[in-house]
């Protein structure tokens, strides 16, 4: 079937510009652009009504909780979450229940997302057996299943040595290595910021200075190994530095991080309230602020939404017990464009770092409005007003910060290799 969408705003974060035009999609790749909008015959017309078009998000960090916690999130709800919100390729992480640590479960979660997604799965396996640190997993055979890149998620590496291998043996594949920047034993236990804020309410709190040693350690790894690195989450000023170095003297480094540090603060925990408990914890504004500044420079290249999926009763606890996380699929998009109507960034910019850099930073085709690409869309209006309501939302588990706040951005219609997976009720 052939698409015709007139009337648009095309957003192109590889030109780095917004023009007024059309584009037709033939086959499920984009067959050309133009700056008119007469409808083709032989295609069906979308008209835009001069809202935004972009490439479809590609969110690096999903938590799909299969195998093992299916009742937290499963392929099904999280692929339904992401269309609703401009999310057409998920790189899906793997601390799961086990681990996805093996070609049989990562062929496993493969097959059931294949079969339950209405958007693109892309599997990330771990890099050390159950994640535990101890012995890398079979790299070259998890590549082979189709591993997109290897990372522990939250679990720091301790053993130096053991990381150094696993680097290494990456290295020579060409594979891509996910990290947390955190020093282990300064954030254990954590559950806020170190300052004034933690210490009136009493919460136990590492210091910024954790993430630069913990990025520290790691730039040091990839300068004696030669590794392909990414960093999960940059979330402080004191890391920046250390990473701007590193990518100056020429490592294969990215950096990203996630929309909540990106767009809260420390003070949003107010009184315990756990739905702003994240790992590492929300950071001062300084820090924020900082943050922004990096993405809008293209010092950090990547924005994701850290989709983390826990239930009620993980969540219903006092803060220092309650588990870590939000989700964030649906709400990335609203998120997002509260940098842009702050004027931190333009919509090319934020979406450079929403879909180009991550499908570059993996060598995915899309993340681009350009001939030949997929057909991976997302047409929204990017002025919507909304007061967000967390039983709407698509996700088994519920756990957003931002239930009851005042949000601009909606999601009009989500398209993957041409085929519409979300419209707008």
Avoid at 82 to 106: C, F, K, Q
Avoid at 395 to 407: E, I, L, Q, W
């Amino acid at each position: 079937m052939t698409l015709h969408f007139i009337n648009a705003q095309l957003v192109d974060p590889e030109a780095g510009k917004v023009t007024r035009g059309s584009l037709i999609v033939r086959n499920g790749v984009i067959d050309s652009l133009s700056a008119d909008s007469i409808p083709a015959q032989d295609a069906r017309v979308v008209d835009c009504g001069g809202r935004f078009l972009a490439p479809g998000i590609v969110d690096l960090g999903v938590k799909v909780c299969e195998p093992g916690e299916r009742h937290k999130e499963s392929y099904r709800s999280a692929g339904l979450a992401a269309a609703a919100g401009g999310v057409t390729t998920m790189l899906t992480r793997p601390d799961t229940t086990p681990a996805i640590d093996s070609p049989e479960v990562l062929e496993f979660v493969t097959r059931r997302a294949n079969e339950a997604a209405p958007v693109n799965v892309i599997p990330m396996a771990a890099l050390t057996k159950g994640r535990a640190g101890q012995e890398m997993t079979e790299i070259g055979f998890l590549m082979d299943a189709g591993a997109a890149a290897f990372t522990d998620c939250d679990h720091v590496i301790t053993n130096t040595k053991v990381f150094s291998r696993a680097l290494s043996y990456a290295a020579s594949l060409g594979a891509l290595v996910i990290a947390h920047p955190q020093e282990p034993v300064l954030s254990a236990g954590a559950a806020a910021t170190s300052g004034k804020f933690a210490s009136l309410r009493g919460l136990p709190a590492v210091s910024p200075m954790a993430e630069r040693m913990g990025l520290d350690r790691d730039i040091a790894l990839i300068e004696m190994t030669g590794a392909r690195y990414h960093a999960d989450q940059i979330t402080t000023a004191r890391a920046l530095p250390a990473l701007e170095r590193a990518k100056r003297n020429g490592l294969d480094i990215t950096a990203g991080v996630g929309i909540h540090h990106l767009t809260l603060n420390a003070l949003d925990v107010a009184d315990y309230r756990t739905f702003f408990k994240l790992k590492p914890p929300l950071r001062d504004e300084d820090d924020r602020l900082a943050v922004a500044e990096a993405v809008a420079s293209g010092l950090i290249d990547i924005i994701c939404s850290m989709h983390t999926p826990q239930d009620e009763e993980s969540k219903r606890l006092p803060f220092e017990e309650a588990a870590s996380g939000a989700v964030g699929l649906e709400t990335l998009l609203p998120a997002a464009l509260r940098l842009v109507h702050a004027g931190t960034m333009d919509l090319p910019t934020l979406w450079r770092a929403l879909s180009l850099n991550p499908a570059k930073r993996l060598n995915l085709p899309g993340g681009r409005l350009q001939a030949g690409a997929p057909a991976d869309l997302v047409l929204f209006d990017a002025d919507a007003p909304f007061v967000l309501d967390r039983a709407t939302l698509r996700s088994k588990s519920r756990n957003t910060p931002f239930d009851g706040a005042r949000m601009q951005g909606k999601v009009l219609q989500t398209y993957v290799a041409g085929n519409c997976v979300f419209e707008a009720p």
